[in-house]
T-cell receptor, first 112, second 116 residues
Framework: QKEVEQNSGPLSVPEGAIASLNCTYSDRGSQSFFWYRQYSGKSPELIMFIYSNGDKEDGRFTAQLNKASQYVSLLIRDSQPSDSATYLCAVRRGGTASKLTFGTGTRLQVTL | GAVVSQHPSWVICKSGTSVKIECRSLDFQATTMFWYRQFPKQSLMLMATSNEGSKATYEQGVEKDKFLINHASLTLSTLTVTSAHPEDSSFYIC????????????FGPGTRLTVL
């Protein structure tokens, strides 16, 4: 079992729709959860992080965390073609000096 | 703020040569830097954690004698790929932890290494 699992996609959504990206993790000791966006050939860019159960909203992005189910998701409202990228879920077990463990990413395609 | 640079952005070298990649935090001090490697269509794999003034901590399966890491200052870490071979061709990305800003990691733009 992979430590962090994501559907590789591609996930295709029309412009203006809501994109829903999912991630599950195996380590119940994980404390911090991150979503990164990676464009082809570029390095990851942090979109959001969430530490507590529930929802966290930032602009068009909402992260949802359910530690009991070991599940974290990212919702992108009003999807734009510029949102087309690979979205990486990452988890961290310890404090801020601890390492991140990444999933393989979900490729999102926003179509016109 | 929280800008991390890498140099070079890409490098092509012959098999058997060594390549040094620099990672700098431009506007913050980074006590901890991380080095990742990413092969095509795969996720980031952590290679090592670099702490300023001390030896790096390598992940299982990463050869410390092949991938030399030096973190001599709070703004600079270097990764040297020694005796590079074609299988070392990859996208190498560093990240730096800003200890003054919730400690989150910020990634550099990456270095694409091609070994002929």
């Amino acid at each position: 079992q992979k430590e962090v699992e994501q559907n590789s996609g591609p996930l295709s959504v029309p412009e203006g729709a809501i994109a829903s990206l999912n991630c599950t993790y195996s380590d119940r000791g994980s404390q911090s959860f991150f979503w990164y966006r990676q464009y082809s050939g570029k390095s990851p860019e942090l979109i959001m992080f969430i530490y507590s159960n529930g929802d966290k909203e930032d602009g068009r992005f909402t992260a949802q965390l359910n530690k009991a189910s070991q599940y974290v998701s990212l919702l992108i409202r009003d999807s734009q073609p510029s949102d087309s990228a690979t979205y990486l879920c990452a988890v961290r077990r310890g404090g801020t000096a601890s390492k991140l463990t990444f999933g393989t990413g979900t490729r999102l395609q926003v179509t016109l | 703020g929280a800008v991390v640079s890498q140099h070079p952005s890409w490098v092509i070298c012959k098999s058997g040569t060594s390549v040094k990649i620099e990672c700098r935090s431009l506007d913050f001090q980074a006590t901890t830097m991380f080095w990742y490697r990413q092969f095509p269509k795969q996720s980031l794999m952590l290679m090592a954690t670099s702490n300023e003034g001390s030896k790096a901590t390598y992940e299982q399966g990463v050869e410390k004698d092949k991938f030399l890491i030096n973190h001599a200052s709070l703004t600079l870490s270097t990764l040297t790929v020694t005796s590079a071979h074609p299988e070392d061709s990859s996208f190498y990305i560093c990240s730096a932890r800003d200890s003054a800003r919730e400690g989150e990691q910020f990634f550099g733009p990456g270095t694409r290494l091609t070994v002929l």
